[in-house]
């Protein structure tokens, strides 16, 4: 082999290691004890707090995604503090949104312990700040990201209007989820253009007031600024067919990933709703795929530890932290600092 062809594939090589042509979304899980990333946590929330809740299991914690074509760099709180000097990241969403914010703001803290920090709110949206290097972590609570207004009829769900997008200006970071609420119905109404329905198919509401969402960003994002990610929809394990064990209660008792890189249950067709939409503002948004990752992680959620658990409380729906939200911004790490 000649010399250029040595250096050509030196740099390939390279290029590959950075992670730069590699879909970090793609891999699989391995076991490795240097994970978590931390440890008791004083922002998680009593939802998320399994081990507060007596998990008894830890194998759940020591666990690694692995991109099949790259290393994914571990998650330095210092390095992202220091890039990240002056600016602003912002989730928007349901509590799924929350458990990532809560995780996020884990991970720098444990960066830095003894460094000062802020909580505070305005309205619907938390502030988490850390003055010595002026980062703002933030959280709007905003469950359809379209708007859910009290009329005369009583509450209506308004597939095309956003009224709350002005609480996201102005923010260098922001990463957008919705999915779970579509399953409920805490609306008298839906209105979509002048005209009200009881209900409606939930996946054809969901495109509805996504088409909204990506008009707003087409307005008001401009890319050079702003960078948009839109979370793939985040699965629950509540169906053990879904993972060829039909005799599971749920999630309970369950202490390992399922194995391979196969889902059996298939990717769930939310997120092909969500990719529909999203792939008319690819220039502006990234699609923030973590769906296929989470699926195998049956073993994730907080299941019976959690303060509803002694009454009955089952949640196959949210995640443990420490836990998988910490590899979703492991990642969300990776695609900002680069
Ligand atoms: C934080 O402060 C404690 C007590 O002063 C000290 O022992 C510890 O090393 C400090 N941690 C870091 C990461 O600076
Ligand atoms: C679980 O999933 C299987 C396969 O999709 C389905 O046949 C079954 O009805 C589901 N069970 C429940 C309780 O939803």
Known sequence: MGATHLLLCLSLFAVLVQGQNCNFFEGSWVVDNAYPLYTNCPFASDIYNCQKFGRPDKAYLNYRWKPTACELPRFNGLNFLEKFRGKSIMFVGDSISRD???????????????????????????????????????????????????????????????????????????????????????????????????????????????????????????????TVFFQGASPTHYNGSMWNEPKADKCIGQTQPVLGTVYPGGIPPELGVQKKVLSTVSNLVKVFDTTYMSLFRKDGHPSKYNPGGNTGGVDCLHWCLPGLPDTWNEILYNLIIS
């Open 100 to 226: 990532q914010y809560e995780s996020f703001i884990c991970m720098i803290h444990s960066a830095v312990p003894n460094a000062t920090y802020r909580q505070t709110s305005r309205g619907h949206i938390i502030i988490f700040e850390i003055p010595e290097y002026e980062v703002k972590v933030m959280r709007d609570q905003n469950v359809y990201l379209v708007d859910l207004m009290k009329e005369q009829v009583g509450q209506v769900l308004r597939l095309d209007s956003i009224q709350d997008g002005k609480s996201w200006l102005g923010i260098d970071v922001l990463v957008f989820n919705s999915w779970h609420w579509w399953n409920r119905k805490t609306w008298d109404y839906i209105e979509v253009g002048g005209k009200y329905v009881k209900d409606m198919n939930r996946f054809v509401a969901l495109e509805t007031a996504l088409t909204t969402w990506a008009r707003w960003v087409k307005a008001n994002i401009n890319p050079q600024k702003t």
